[in-house]
């Protein structure tokens, strides 16, 4: 079992950045792809990036892709998430996610173990 937490969701105005970490601990973090997605109300969730076990393969979403970084630092068990330009349309609750064999998927259900989810609410 890998338990997840996220941290770092809040308020802020368009064009605003937050900065999102989710801790794992339970198994080795190295041995997992880790991702990010996220979930407004009424829609589906929906895939943001994610990043393979070395932090050197990185994929975006393309309505992120240049705004949002992700990394990770396996010394600390622990994935991120920068948001930069924040557009009221990032508002959601964002979700970290840990994927046990392969990488680079953008399906919500290859995703093996789920954080509670942290809000993040940008305001025009």
């Known amino acids: 079992q890998v338990q997840l937490v996220e941290s770092g969701g809040g308020l802020v105005q368009a064009g605003g950045s937050l900065r999102l970490s989710c801790a794992a601990s339970?198994?080795?973090?190295?041995?997992?792809?880790m991702g990010w997605f996220r979930q407004a109300p009424g829609k589906e969730r929906e895939f943001v990036a994610t990043i393979n076990r070395s932090g050197g393969g990185t994929v975006y979403a393309d309505s992120v892709k240049g705004r949002f970084i992700i990394s990770r630092d396996n010394a600390k068990n622990t994935v991120y998430l920068q948001m930069n330009s924040l557009k009221p349309e990032d508002t959601a609750v964002y979700y970290c996610?840990?994927?046990?064999?392969?990488?680079?998927?953008?399906?919500?259900?290859?995703?093996?173990?789920w954080g509670q989810g942290t809000q993040v609410t940008v305001s025009s």
């Open positions: 996610a840990a994927q046990s064999t392969g990488w680079g998927t953008k399906r919500y259900d290859a995703y093996d173990y």
């Open positions: 339970g198994r080795t973090f190295s041995n997992y792809a």
